[in-house]
T-cell receptor, first 114, second 115 residues
Framework: DGGITQSPKYLFRKEGQNVTLSCEQNLNHDAMYWYRQDPGQGLRLIYYSQIVNDFQKGDIAEGYSVSREKKESFPLTVTSAQKNPTAFYLC?????????????FGAGTRLSVL | AQTVTQSQPEMSVQEAETVTLSCTYDTSENNYYLFWYKQPPSRQMILVIRQEAYKQQNATENRFSVNFQKAAKSFSLKISDSQLGDTAMYFCAFSWNSGNTPLVFGKGTRLSVIA
């Protein structure tokens, strides 16, 4: 089936540790996005990538890093510099203007701090 | 910067009744898209309906329709014949009409459909 796969579903981070959230899509979409969801905050943009080997910071990029080496993959690393990483992380993708910028979402990763 | 405001943190509706969720936004752009996404307890984000700003006709999708007032920068969602499965968080979102661009989300409205 075509779609967006996020893994793991649950992730725990220790103090000072970097962790990586995986996002893979087989929709042949050009663009991919990472959003963070906190209670009462809606979704906020962390990073996005419109093409391979290129990405832009979103509103809350501090403490996070990404890479886009393949069209299908857009992993997000939560670094030790992110002091409050506990949240629900959503990955999305979109194909472009022809599809009116509709974004499709993965099932999310819940990150907690031990 | 674009902002999206949902002024109703929580709402409830009786099954089979109609409910309207409010959304206002602020932008200086003329061409853009507006969306309503649904997030049920599974937390999977699902697109409910989409509106293109250059279209005057309000979008409809089965029991879901919008009231798009461009001058007032208002984009409300009407759910008719509410069903228990409509219980979810509903997010209003904005994007520019220029290719693959990020969504700007409101903080959401939690809707409960009561039997």
């Amino acid at each position: 089936d075509g779609g967006i796969t996020q893994s793991p579903k649950y992730l725990f981070r220790k103090e000072g540790q970097n962790v990586t959230l995986s996002c893979e899509q087989n929709l042949n979409h050009d663009a991919m996005y990472w959003y963070r969801q906190d209670p009462g905050q809606g979704l906020r943009l962390i990073y996005y990538s419109q093409i391979v080997n290129d990405f832009q910071k979103g509103d809350i990029a501090e403490g996070y890093s990404v890479s886009r080496e393949k069209k299908e993959s857009f992993p997000l690393t939560v670094t030790s510099a992110q002091k409050n990483p506990t949240a629900f992380y959503l990955c999305a993708s979109s194909i472009g203007t022809g599809a009116k910028n509709i974004q499709y979402f993965g099932a999310g990763t819940r990150l907690s701090v031990l | 910067a674009q902002t999206v405001t949902q002024s109703q943190p929580e709402m409830s509706v009786q099954e089979a009744e109609t409910v309207t969720l409010s959304c206002t936004y602020d932008t200086s752009e003329n061409n853009y898209y507006l969306f309503w996404y649904k997030q049920p307890p599974s937390r999977q984000m699902i697109l409910v309906i989409r509106q293109e700003a250059y279209k005057q006709q309000n979008a409809t999708e089965n029991r879901f329709s919008v009231n798009f007032q461009k001058a007032a920068k208002s984009f409300s969602l009407k759910i008719s014949d509410s069903q228990l499965g409509d219980t979810a968080m509903y997010f209003c979102a904005f994007s520019w009409n220029s290719g693959n661009t990020p969504l700007v989300f409101g903080k959401g409205t939690r809707l409960s459909v009561i039997a």
